[in-house]
């Protein structure tokens, strides 16, 4: 089967990709709450939040985050990825029970790897809601294969 | 009835808090990537960003209250090398910053992801606004 991953070498600089859309329910807060043991009450409490500014639970971030790193994966064609070198990231604001995300992400550089078959790109993304709001935003480096003998 | 929390008050500035350990297992990695929709890039190791996800949890069982986090403002991370399932990974942070506002305080964490070797595996710098005790 031909390999259908894009190399370091297909990736161009500027490129901009927007991923499918999802909706945050109130079931991906009370399993990310599970699984990550973070019950802050911002995620866990309805009675609390009622109260709080946000008027309801809100997503934990880091759930934001994993979210748009599956939604990327779905909005085009996968890179030959080798693995996440850094991310820097900023929560801009709420996603809450019933918010539908999405994530924009546009190629920003390209640079040589630690090694020679591979290339770090780095790719800048936002998260936005139903509203256009950006609710998370930042750059993560991502290490790539380069084509065999490219 | 007020739940007990940490608030900015009762962080101490180079404080180092150590977490209990987790084992990773296939179920963490079903749960997660059933969750998200992000996939491990190398079989037998675990999405890149899962134990990024779950040192904020085990930071719930250290024996203080939880901090007064009123917003996680942002990070940085670095993977240094993969984490496989069956690792054993424990969370260490320390208080690199604490910067009182009006309304509570900005609060910078070094945090590193340890596994059951004694290596840093994943590393980066947590920017939490913490509430104040209420007077």
Same mark, same amino acid.
């Given at each position: 089967?031909?390999?259908?991953?894009?190399? +370091?070498?297909?990736?161009?600089?500027?490129?901009? +990709?927007?991923?499918?859309? %999802?909706?945050?329910?109130?079931?991906?807060?009370?399993?990310?709450? @599970?699984?990550?043991?973070?019950?802050?009450?911002?995620?866990?409490?309805?009675? +609390?939040?009622?109260?709080?500014?946000?008027?309801?639970?809100?997503?934990?971030?880091?759930?934001?985050?994993?979210? /748009?790193?599956?939604?990327?994966?779905?909005?085009?064609?996968? +890179?030959?990825?080798?693995?996440?070198?850094?991310?820097?990231?900023?929560?801009?604001?709420?996603? %809450?029970? @019933?918010?539908?995300?999405?994530? %924009?992400?546009?190629?920003?550089?390209?640079?040589?790897?630690?090694?020679?078959?591979?290339?770090?790109?780095?790719?800048?993304? /936002?998260?936005?809601? /139903?509203?256009?709001?950006?609710? /998370?935003?930042?750059?993560?480096?991502?290490?790539?294969?380069?084509?065999?003998?490219? | 009835?007020?739940?007990?929390? =940490?608030? =900015?008050?009762?962080?101490?500035?180079?404080?180092?808090?150590?977490?209990?350990?987790?084992?990773?297992?296939?179920?963490?990695?079903?749960?997660?990537?059933?969750? !998200?929709?992000?996939?491990?890039?190398?079989?037998?190791?675990?999405?890149?960003?899962?134990?990024?996800?779950?040192?904020?949890?085990?930071?719930?069982?250290?024996?203080?209250?939880?901090?007064?986090?009123?917003?996680?403002?942002?990070?940085?991370?670095?993977?240094?090398?993969?984490?496989?399932?069956?690792?054993?990974?424990? !969370?260490? !942070?320390?208080?690199?910053?604490?910067?009182?506002?009006?309304?509570?305080?900005?609060?910078?964490?070094?945090?590193?992801?340890?596994?059951?070797?004694?290596?840093?595996?994943?590393?980066?710098?947590?920017?939490?606004?913490?509430?104040?005790?209420?007077?």
């Amino acid at each position: 089967m031909a390999d259908a991953r894009r190399y +370091f070498d297909d990736i161009q600089m500027g490129e901009a +990709f927007e991923s499918p859309a %999802r909706t945050v329910t109130e079931a991906d807060i009370v399993i990310f709450a @599970g699984l990550s043991g973070d019950y802050n009450i911002l995620h866990t409490d309805a009675e +609390f939040m009622k109260s709080s500014s946000f008027g309801e639970r809100i997503a934990h971030g880091l759930l934001g985050l994993a979210i /748009q790193s599956g939604l990327l994966a779905r909005a085009g064609t996968p +890179f030959a990825t080798l693995g996440l070198g850094v991310l820097r990231w900023k929560f801009k604001g709420p996603i %809450r029970i @019933g918010d539908t995300i999405r994530v %924009r992400a546009k190629v920003t550089a390209k640079k040589d790897g630690p090694e020679p078959d591979r290339g770090v790109i780095t790719l800048e993304r /936002q998260v936005l809601n /139903q509203r256009d709001e950006v609710v /998370q935003e930042g750059d993560t480096d991502v290490v790539v294969e380069r084509r065999a003998g490219g | 009835m007020a739940t007990p929390q =940490f608030y =900015f008050e009762d962080v101490v500035l180079h404080g180092v808090v150590e977490t209990p350990a987790l084992t990773l297992t296939e179920t963490h990695v079903a749960l997660y990537s059933g969750l !998200s929709h992000d996939s491990a890039v190398e079989p037998g190791t675990v999405p890149e960003l899962l134990p990024l996800c779950l040192t904020t949890g085990l930071g719930w069982r250290v024996p203080q209250p939880p901090l007064a986090v009123l917003a996680f403002m942002g990070f940085e991370w670095e993977v240094l090398q993969p984490v496989r399932v069956g690792d054993t990974i424990h !969370s260490r !942070s320390r208080t690199a910053v604490k910067r009182s506002l009006r309304e509570g305080g900005v609060i910078v964490e070094d945090r590193q992801v340890i596994n059951q070797r004694g290596e840093v595996v994943h590393r980066g710098r947590f920017t939490f606004l913490v509430a104040k005790r209420p007077a």
